[in-house]
Structure formats: C-alpha cells, structure tokens
C-alpha cells in the first residue's frame, strides 16, 4: 500500500493519542497542525490528544481559507504554507563565530545547531519527495552540511495519505502523491474508523511495535488504494510532462516572460514557500563592541536583488529574468543538477502568491502544446 | 591572522533633527545598554534628545532625521553637510519627505488659514522635501521610525571600516523567514509588503495585519501589479492610491504608482 515491505498495521481513531504519547515519550517534540493567520502551520503539541480534528483549507491561486471537514476527520487539509524545510533549512542560522581574543588573534568557532528531536505529524507525499531533493542538495557526498544534517537526524516523519488534495495540488502529474511511498518513519492514511499504518524505518518499525496494533485488514487496505486512486483523480492541476527542460530552455526569449513579468511582484514568497528551494546569503552580524562577529546564513529568494549580483553588475536586474530563473531553474536546469525536476506539485507557490501566478499555467502558455508527455 | 584593534581615536558623531516627530532619534535611545556601548566607541557630539548640543561643529558621521520643510532647514541642511564627513539620512521623513509630504501639491494659504487660528504663525516651505533632495547623502535608513538594530548595524559598519548592507529586498522575505502565513493570501488584506522595503522584520504580518509601506519603496517594487491585485480584493481606487499615499507618499515610486491610478480611475 504505501509500498513498505512491513504488514500495515491498524489505529483505531481513538488510539491516534497513543502514537503522540509514544513519540513523546521517546523525547521527541511533537509538531503538529495549528492555525496561525488562518492558516494551518506545524506547531508543538502539548499534549498527547492535542491534534485537532476536521481542519480543511479551501485553496485557489493567491488564496487559502480555512474551512470545516464534515467529516470531522484529522487529516482532511493538504497542506500549509510549508512544509519540512523550515525543520531542517533554518530560515536563519549561525554558522560560525570569531572573536579576537587577549593577543589580538582571531579565533574562529564553528556554531554547532541546538537540534532538538522532532517529529512532524502529517507530513505529505509532496513534502516527502522534497525532503529528498533537500537531502540530495546538502547531503550531497562531499559537501554534507552540518547544520542541516543535525537538524535532519533529529526528525521523526510521520507521513499521512492525502485523501482531499488541495486544488492547487498537482503531485499525481509529478509522479511525489498522494500517497506516501517513501522516505518516512511512519505512514498513516486516515479511514473513518481509524488508521491504516506501515513504518518505514527502523525507527518507526519499534515506535509501531510498541504500540501493538492488529493487523490492518484486507478490506482496510483496499480502501486506502482506493483512497489514492480517488485523490489522484480528483486533481485538476497538471504539468505537461516530467521532463520540461528542453522545451523551457528552447523558449528563453518568448513573450509570455515579459507578460509574467508584469504581474509578478519578485517578491520571493513563491521561492520561500516551495519545500525544494534552497537559496541561501550569507550576512556577518559584528558585535557592538568590535571583539567578535557572528557569520549567519539566511534563505534566499532568486527574486532578490542580491542574488543575482556580481561584481560590479547585476546578472537579473528585472523581473523578467528574475521570474526566468527560477521557472527555469525549478523545472529545466534542475534536472542537470539533481537528475530530476525540481518541482514536486504541491501547489504552494499557486496558492501563497499574492497575485496568483500558477505555475501550472505559466508552463502550459510558454510551452503551448508542443510538449510531449512522458 | 592578526588584525589591528579599531583606532583608538573615536569618530565624532552627531544627531541632527529637522522636520520630524523625533520618533528615530527615539529609536536610537530606546537602544538601551547597547547605545551606552556604543558611545564608548564614538564621540556623541551633537544629540540634543540625548543631551550633548554642539550643532555646528565639525563630525565625522552625521545622522539627519526629519524632512527639509522650512526656510530655515535649507540653509540648516547645507551647513550641516560641509561640517559633516558622512552624512546619513534616517526615517521616512529624511528619506522621502515623511507623512509632511502628503500637503505637497495641495498647500495653499486658504488651507492654512481654514486650520491654524494664527496662519501667520507658520512658516512652512510649499513642499516637504527629503534630505537628499538639497544635499549628497551618503546613506539612506528608511523607516517610521527607523529601527534600532539597522542602526546600529550601520554604525557598527562605519567602525569597521565598511561599506553598510543596504538591504531593498521586500519585506515579504523577512515574512517568510519569521514563518509568518502570508494576510494577503488568507484574510485578502491588501497588504503592502510586496513593493516595500525590508527593515523592519516584518513586524505589521506578525501581528496579523497588514504592512502599510513605512520603509518606503523596494527594489523593483511593481506597484501597478499589487494596484490590480488591491482592486480585485475590492478595494476602490481611492482606497489603492491611499495605501501608497501615507508614510512615503513623495517617494518617486509610490507618488507615481497613485498617480497612475487617478489618471486610470479617471479615464
Ligand atoms: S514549484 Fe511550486 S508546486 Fe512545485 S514544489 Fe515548488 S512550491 Fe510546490
Ligand atoms: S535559484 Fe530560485 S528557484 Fe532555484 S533554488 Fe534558488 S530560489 Fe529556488
Ligand atoms: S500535493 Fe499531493 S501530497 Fe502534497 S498536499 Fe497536495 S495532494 Fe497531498
Ligand atoms: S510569482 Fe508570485 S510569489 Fe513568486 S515572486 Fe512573483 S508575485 Fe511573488
Ligand atoms: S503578509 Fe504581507 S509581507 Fe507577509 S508575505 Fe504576505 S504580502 Fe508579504
């Protein structure tokens, strides 16, 4: 079902409290949905039975509204506006520090993170297959960052099965949902009288043991396939292929750019909500007294100014380019760097821009239908 | 490595006011314990907010708050920077005029008489000008009013020895890193963080409302896009030209943007 070799086990709806319990128990502190400006965001979870029910949100381009599931579920909602990243590519950290010391030496630190144990409760498909692309960017053999590869360590995934995509959600055509196949600890997919649960670690594997679940029935398993199958369905949203680096890369002068370019306000909220963006400044934050510096890093937007600058010139000074570069970079050079597409449909950039570019739309004008589908 | 400890000979400040509500020199001393650190490392000359009053002598780094709208601040303006090293504009009003700024265009003798008892009494300049408008300026914090931090990273800069991080990105970006859920996208607040400069670490979305543009224009801010995103989350077109016409009304970018807006809604 969710592709695990494990037997599913079942969770009875009222048993959902006794995962949470176990987590935090083994020290983790648990995040789960909350509403924040009227959105649904990951905070930490007080209490065992504090993940609240029937939370859905309505999502259009430049538009999310928080609605009620009538069916009182607790996994009804697709998603907020972000995803893991935040958990693992602090939006703003310290790397190292100096300091001058008596002789008038600079001595150099590194800032090790204060990582605490997490586990993130109802982590999606879409989130899922961006962690891995994440991962494949600071991971990469040779250049593994440690900032980000303590806070990774640290993350217990507790992945759910999307069984009411969000309208902006396109993930069937990026082939990353809605139903979770890898790269979680655990799996849950919601049924109405409880869960059906795979692990996928050996993490997970002893979290699910220690609960002693039934197994999950034939009939249970079944539903949640069809549960997929019906979300998958229900998307309206859709790239015109996996593979769009050539027919982007053949249309960098075409008109649609400036088109784009006139709405779009370059003001980096698509790049910060995207669960696969990973750009980052470095900026030096001196102490008041001059005897000490701290080099911090903080996340990026190729929409900056700052982004594109060289010496001495800007290589994006307009919105146009600025909007290019990261269409382009997404779905076409991406694909050089990490052997894939930089885009894992969840939408977010659809629905957090202010103006409601589509991203779905802009490829659909600039490529016309001259793309084959693969 | 080794490098040499910052010049003992400490660099003179001083802390001008021109027309302004003194809110950034405020700023300044609402900076507590680090603004005694940091006079230990410059020689506070002229603050009259603070106390130290030598307005005419010569300084290295000069701080101006308050926009040039008297007779008396353009003559003020021109002494000041042939005194002064570097001269620093600060807050809205030194940068863009300020919220002064909103009679430009519309001052007139009858409007003055119809509110003030005594209009002989005021000796306002037709318009309220930036600093910059009169004099060079080396650097540009914007702000209503500016924040301490920026402050005090640019003097921190100076100390250095180097050149300030003049940040124009949009405040949208310091949303995102502070995790804050986009207002414009769930409540359809218009919310100016588009087009307006950082600085301020998005204070306005923290408390769930929305920025009113008080660090003026960003870097390719595109005012007429976010215009036509504030009409169809129904705002009118006078109700558009407002929220560009407040704190930094006479900023190019902003009185353009409204300007383009009346010139439409009259079409
Ligand atoms: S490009 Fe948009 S839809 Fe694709 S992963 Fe990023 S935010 Fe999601
Ligand atoms: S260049 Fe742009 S699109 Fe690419 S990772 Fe960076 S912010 Fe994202
Ligand atoms: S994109 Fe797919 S996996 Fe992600 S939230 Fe939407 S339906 Fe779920
Ligand atoms: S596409 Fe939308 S979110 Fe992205 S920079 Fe442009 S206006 Fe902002
Ligand atoms: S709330 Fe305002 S500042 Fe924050 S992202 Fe939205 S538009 Fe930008």
């Known amino acids: 079902m969710f592709s695990s070799p494990e037997p599913a086990g079942f969770l009875p709806l009222d048993q959902l409290h006794a995962l949470v319990a176990r987590l935090m128990q083994l020290g983790y502190q648990c995040l789960g949905p909350a509403v924040e400006n009227d959105a649904i965001v990951m905070r930490e979870l007080d209490a065992p039975d504090g993940l609240p029910r029937g939370l859905q949100a309505e999502q259009a381009p430049g538009r999310y509204r928080l609605t009620t599931d009538p069916q009182h579920r607790y996994f009804a909602w697709a998603n907020g506006p972000q995803a893991i990243k935040p958990q693992a590519f602090a939006p703003q950290e310290s790397l190292w520090r100096v300091e001058r010391d008596a002789a008038g030496m600079l001595q150099f630190e590194a800032v090790v993170p204060n990582a605490p144990a997490q586990a993130i409760i109802g982590v999606r498909a879409c989130d899922l297959a961006a962690l891995a692309l994440q991962d494949a960017h600071f991971l990469r053999e040779g250049r593994r960052d440690p900032h980000y590869a303590k806070r990774r360590e640290q993350l217990f995934l507790v992945a759910v099965q999307c069984a009411e995509p969000g309208a902006t959600c396109f993930c069937a055509s990026t082939g990353d949902g809605p139903t979770p196949t890898a790269g ?68 960098l002068e075409h008109p649609r750019w400036d088109e784009v370019a006139s709405r779009c306000l370059a003001c980096g909220n698509c790049t910060a909500v995207c669960p696969t963006c990973f750009c980052h400044a470095e900026i030096d934050g001196p102490a008041l007294d001059g005897e000490a510096s701290r080099h911090e890093r903080i996340w990026d937007s190729c929409f900056g100014e700052s982004h ?49 570019i589509d991203l779905t739309e802009e490829v659909a004008a600039l490529t016309g239908s001259g793309v084959s589908h693969e | 490595m080794n490098t040499p400890k910052a010049d003992p000979i400490k660099p003179r400040v001083a802390v001008h006011k021109f027309s302004s509500c003194d809110g950034c020199q405020l700023a300044f001393l609402n900076l507590g314990e680090d603004l005694l650190t940091l006079a230990g490392r410059v020689e506070l000359v002229h603050f009259a907010e603070a106390g130290p009053l030598d307005p005419d002598t010569d300084v290295d780094v000069a701080f101006v708050e308050g926009s040039v709208s008297t007779a008396e601040d353009l003559e003020r303006i021109q002494h000041i920077r042939q005194h002064s090293g570097l001269l ?38 037709e318009r309220s000008t930036p600093i910059s408008s009169h004099v060079k300026v080396d650097f540009e914090l914007w702000g209503c009013p500016v924040s301490g931090p920026q402050m005090l990273a640019v003097v921190n800069s100076l100390l250095l020895g180097v050149t300030p991080r003049d940040n124009a990105d949009k405040v949208c970006t310091e949303c995102k890193r502070r995790g804050y859920p986009c207002i414009m996208v769930t409540r359809g607040i218009a919310c100016m963080g588009p087009v307006t400069r950082a600085g301020c670490g998005a204070l306005c979305p923290s408390l769930g409302r929305d920025c009113y543009g008080c660090y003026g224009p960003a870097e390719n801010a595109n005012t007429g896009a976010l215009a036509v995103q504030f009409r169809s989350q129904g705002l009118s077109p006078e109700a558009v030209v407002q929220r560009f016409q407040s704190i930094n009304s006479q900023a190019p970018v902003f009185l353009a943007a409204a300007d383009r807006i009346r010139i439409k809604s009259h079409d």
């Open chain 1, 184 to 251: 979680y600890d655990l799996a849950l997919a919601e049924l109405p009288d409880g869960f059906v649960a795979v692990s996928g670690s050996a993490k997970g594997a002893a979290v699910l043991s220690a609960l002693n679940l039934s197994a999950a029935n034939a009939q249970q398993v079944d539903a949640v396939r069809q549960q997929g199958q019906a979300a998958a369905a229900a998307q309206t949203r859709s790239l015109p292929g996996r593979t769009l680096r050539d027919a982007l890369m053949s249309r």
């Open chain 1, 308 to 356: 594109g600058h060289l010496h001495g010139f800007n290589v994006r000074p307009d919105i146009r380019s600025r909007y290019r570069q990261w269409l382009t970079h997404k779905l076409a050079t991406w694909h050089d760097q990490f052997g894939r597409s930089g885009c894992v449909g969840c939408g977010r950039c659809i629905a957090w821009c202010p103006v409601g």
């Open chain 2, 88 to 125: 620093i504009a600060i807050g809205a009003c030194a940068t863009s005029g300020g919220i002064q700024g909103l009679r430009n265009g519309v001052f007139g003798e009858n409007w003055v008489t119809q509110i003030y008892s005594h209009p002989e009494a005021i000796a306002s300049l």
